[in-house]
C-alpha cells in the first residue's frame, strides 16, 4: 500500500512535471507583447531648425532606422531656418487627424514655440526637445549643456594659446537670441574668469553666416593683430572666420576653436586639414539613442506629458588634431544608407 | 537719358557721405586707415559689389531681380557638389553654366513675354531655383570645396598683396561699365529704362534685351557664387536666408542708380559698395552688435529710398503697372 501509493506519487508527478513542463514554456517574457502594444503605428515627428545641416540629417537617420524597427511612422518637417514656418509646421503636424504621438522640436530661440509646446501637450502629445534649449518644460530636453560647451571651447583656447602668448582672444558669436548663442557665452566667460590674464578683445556676430564671419573676422585681426586664439559660435560659419585668419597668414598663431555636430567632412576632415585647431562635437550616437530611449520609455510610461521635464545632457568632446582617430566622427551617407535598408 | 549732374545730386551725396565718413573713421578708430584695413574694405565688398552691378543693369533697364542670392548660392553649390561626387571639371562647370544661362532666360522670358512683374516673376525663379537645387542635386545645405580645386588657387592668389577678388571686381566693373556705355545693346538698355513704351516704338528690340539683362545678372550672380566658394573654400546655402538680397539692393539705391530705371551706372554701383564697406567696417570695429547694424543699414536704405523717390519720381506717362 505504502509502496503503491509512492508509486502513485511519483507517477502523478512524473505528469504533473510533464505537464509543467511545457506551461512553463508556454509562459513568455511579457517584455515583447507589452512593448509591441505600447509601440506599434505610433507616430514620431521631427522638426529641426533645417533638414539641412549635418546634426539634423544624422538624428533623423538614427531616429528613422529605430522608429522604422518598432513599427512606428516617422516624419521629418524642414522649416529651413525659418522660425514662422516651423510653427507653421508644428502647428500643422498637431492639427492634423494622424497627429503624432512624440514631437521633438528643436527650437530656433527660447520663446518662439512655448505656446505651440502646451498646446501639443495639452493634445496628449509628448514633447521632446532637442539641441536648443527653450523656456518650457518639455518632456525631456535631449541635447548639450552649452554652458559646459562654452567652458570646453574656452579650455581649449586658453591651452591652445598657452602661458607664453598675447592672450588675446576674440569670439565670433551667432547671435543675440539664440539660446546655444547666450549660453555658449556665458560659459566662455565662466572659464575666463578664473583665468584673468586671457582677454576678449572683440565680440562681433556672425549671424551664423560664413561670409559675414570672415569679415568681422578680418576686422577683428586688422585691429588687433596680435590676438592668440578665436572662438566662432559654430562650424556652420567658422569656415569664414577661418579663411580669414588663412588669408592673414595667421593660422600657427591664431588658435581657432568652433562647435559642431561632428560629421566626417564638416568636423573631423578640417579639423585634419588644420582649418579648425579644435571642435567641441557632439557625439551624436549617443545623443540620438537617447532621444530613441525617451521615446521608448514616454510610449509606454503611461504618464501624461507634462509630467517630468528631465535634462538629458549629451556627452561631447573637443577634437583635435592630436586625438583625431576613425571614430572621432561619424559619416553622414553611411548613416543615410543604413537608414535607408 | 542718364541724369547729368546739377548741383546736388544723390550719386555726389553719397560720394559726399563716404568721404567725410572715411575721414571721421580715419580719425576716430584706431586701425581703421591702415593700407590693409582700406584693402579689406574693398574686398569685404567685392562679392556685394559683383551682385549689385547685375543687379543695377536689371534695374536700370527697369526691373529687378530677386533670384540673385538664390542662382549665386545655388549654383555653386551644385558645381561644388557634382565635383565632389567625382564628375570631371569641364562638364560640371558646363552644366551648371547652362543651368544659369536657362534661369537668366526664364527670368526675362517671364518679364518679357509673360509680362509679369519682374518682382513676382524672379520672387517665384529664386524659390524654385532654391528648392530645386536643394531637393534634388545637393545633399546638405554646406558643401565643401574639394581640396586642390583651382578655386582654392584663386582664394590664395594675391597681386602685390591685394587679394584677387579685388581685381576681379574692378573687372566686372569696367566690363559692366563698356557695356552700359559703349554698346548699342547697352545704350538700349537705358532708353528701355527711360521709357518703355517709346523704346518699343522706335524699334529696339525690347524683349531680347530683357532677356539679355537678366542672363547677365544671373551670370554675375554665378561668378559671385564661384567667388565666395573661393574665399570660404565651401558654400553654404543659408546665405539664401540672410540679409545679402536687401544689401545689393542697399548698394544700388544708395549709389544713387534709380529704382525707376534710366539712371545711373557703374560709378553709383561702386560708390554705393564702398560707402557700405566703410560703414560695415567702422560698425565691427566699433563692436556694434548685429541687430543694431541690421537696423542701421535698414534706415540708410529707406532714406536713400526716400530720397530716389524724391529725386527720381515716377513719372506717370511712362509707368507701368508691376512696375517697382
Known amino acids: ?213 570672415r569679415n568681422v573676422t578680418v576686422t577683428m585681426l586688422q585691429q588687433n593683430p596680435d590676438i592668440c586664439g578665436i572662438i566662432d559660435f559654430w562650424d556652420g560659419d567658422a569656415s569664414g572666420s577661418s579663411s580669414a585668419i588663412r588669408d592673414a597668414g595667421k593660422q600657427d598663431q591664431i588658435y581657432l576653436v568652433t562647435t559642431g555636430g561632428g560629421e566626417e567632412t564638416a568636423t573631423c576632415a578640417n579639423v585634419a586639414n588644420g582649418t579648425y585647431d579644435a571642435v567641441v562635437s557632439t557625439e551624436l550616437y549617443n545623443e540620438s539613442e537617447a532621444m530613441v530611449a525617451m521615446i521608448k520609455y514616454l510610449l509606454q510610461s503611461g504618464q501624461p506629458p507634462g509630467t517630468a521635464s528631465p535634462y538629458i545632457y549629451s556627452l561631447m568632446s573637443t577634437v583635435t588634431k592630436e586625438n583625431l582617430n576613425p571614430r572621432s566622427c561619424w559619416n553622414l551617407k553611411a548613416l543615410q544608407e543604413a537608414a535607408k535598408k | 537719358m542718364e541724369q547729368r549732374g546739377q548741383g546736388w545730386t544723390q550719386e555726389r551725396i553719397v560720394f559726399a557721405l563716404a568721404v567725410v565718413l572715411f575721414i571721421v573713421a580715419a580719425l576716430g578708430l584706431r586701425g581703421f586707415a591702415d593700407p590693409n584695413n582700406l584693402i579689406a574694405i574693398v574686398r569685404s565688398v567685392s562679392v556685394l559689389g559683383i551682385l549689385a552691378l547685375g543687379m543695377a543693369v536689371v534695374i536700370i533697364g527697369r526691373g529687378i531681380d530677386l533670384s540673385q542670392v538664390s542662382v549665386m548660392a545655388m549654383s555653386g553649390a551644385w558645381y561644388l557638389q557634382m565635383l565632389n561626387d567625382g564628375r570631371p571639371e569641364g562638364m560640371a562647370l558646363l552644366t551648371v553654366l547652362a543651368f544659369v544661362v536657362f534661369i537668366g532666360l526664364a527670368n526675362g522670358f517671364l518679364v518679357a513675354y509673360g509680362d509679369v512683374p519682374p518682382i513676382f516673376a524672379t520672387l517665384a525663379s529664386g524659390a524654385v531655383v532654391y528648392g530645386l537645387v536643394r531637393s534634388q542635386f545637393i545633399g546638405s545645405e554646406t558643401v565643401p570645396l574639394p581640396p586642390g580645386h583651382w578655386l582654392e588657387a584663386l582664394g590664395r592668389m594675391r597681386l602685390v598683396t591685394v587679394p584677387v577678388e579685388v581685381f576681379l571686381f574692378a573687372g566686372a566693373s569696367l566690363l559692366i561699365f563698356l557695356f552700359l556705355r559703349y554698346t548699342t545693346w547697352g545704350r538700349y538698355t537705358y532708353l528701355m529704362g527711360d521709357n518703355f513704351q517709346a523704346a518699343r516704338t522706335i524699334g529696339i528690340p525690347v524683349r531680347p534685351m530683357n532677356l539679355l539683362r537678366y542672363v547677365i545678372s544671373a551670370l554675375l550672380a554665378f561668378a559671385a557664387g564661384l567667388l565666395t566658394a573661393s574665399n570660404l573654400f565651401s558654400i553654404n546655402t543659408r546665405v539664401i536666408t540672410s540679409t545679402l538680397l536687401y544689401d545689393i539692393i542697399l548698394v544700388v539705391v544708395i549709389g544713387g542708380i534709380g529704382l525707376s530705371g534710366g539712371k545711373g551706372g557703374v560709378r553709383n554701383v561702386v560708390g554705393g559698395a564702398l560707402l557700405i564697406g566703410i560703414m560695415l567696417n567702422a560698425m565691427t570695429i566699433l563692436d556694434i552688435s548685429n541687430i543694431y547694424q541690421n537696423l542701421i543699414k535698414a534706415i540708410i536704405l529707406l532714406a536713400a529710398i526716400i530720397i530716389d523717390s524724391l529725386m527720381n519720381p515716377r513719372d506717370e506717362q511712362t509707368a507701368q503697372q508691376g512696375d517697382i
Open chain 1, 1 to 213: 500500500m505504502k509502496i503503491r501509493t509512492m508509486l502513485l506519487a511519483a507517477a502523478a508527478a512524473l505528469t504533473l512535471g510533464l505537464a509543467v513542463q511545457p506551461a512553463l514554456a508556454i509562459e513568455d517574457d511579457p517584455g515583447p507583447a507589452a512593448y509591441e502594444k505600447a509601440m506599434k503605428g505610433k507616430r514620431v515627428v521631427l522638426v529641426p531648425l533645417s533638414m539641412g545641416f549635418d546634426l539634423a540629417q544624422g538624428w533623423a537617420a538614427i531616429l528613422e532606422r529605430e522608429v522604422k524597427a518598432f513599427g512606428g511612422v516617422f516624419e521629418t518637417r524642414d522649416p529651413n531656418w525659418s522660425t514662422e514656418a516651423g510653427a507653421q509646421a508644428i502647428t500643422d503636424v498637431i492639427n492634423s487627424d494622424a497627429k503624432p504621438d512624440v514631437l521633438i522640436i528643436m527650437s530656433p530661440d527660447l520663446n518662439s514655440y512655448s505656446k505651440l509646446m502646451k498646446k501639443a501637450q495639452e493634445k496628449g502629445i509628448y514633447v521632446i526637445l532637442i539641441d536648443n534649449p527653450a523656456n518650457y518644460k518639455a518632456d525631456a530636453y535631449v541635447g548639450g549643456d552649452w554652458d559646459r560647451l562654452g567652458q570646453m571651447e574656452a579650455e581649449a583656447v586658453v591651452k591652445g594659446c598657452g602661458p607664453n602668448s598675447s592672450k588675446k582672444i576674440g569670439l565670433v558669436q551667432g547671435d543675440q537670441v539664440n539660446a546655444t548663442s547666450l549660453y555658449q557665452y556665458a560659459g566662455i566667460m565662466k572659464v575666463l574668469e578664473k583665468n584673468p590674464d586671457f582677454k576678449v578683445v572683440a565680440k562681433p556676430d556672425s549671424n551664423w553666416d560664413a561670409t559675414t564671419s
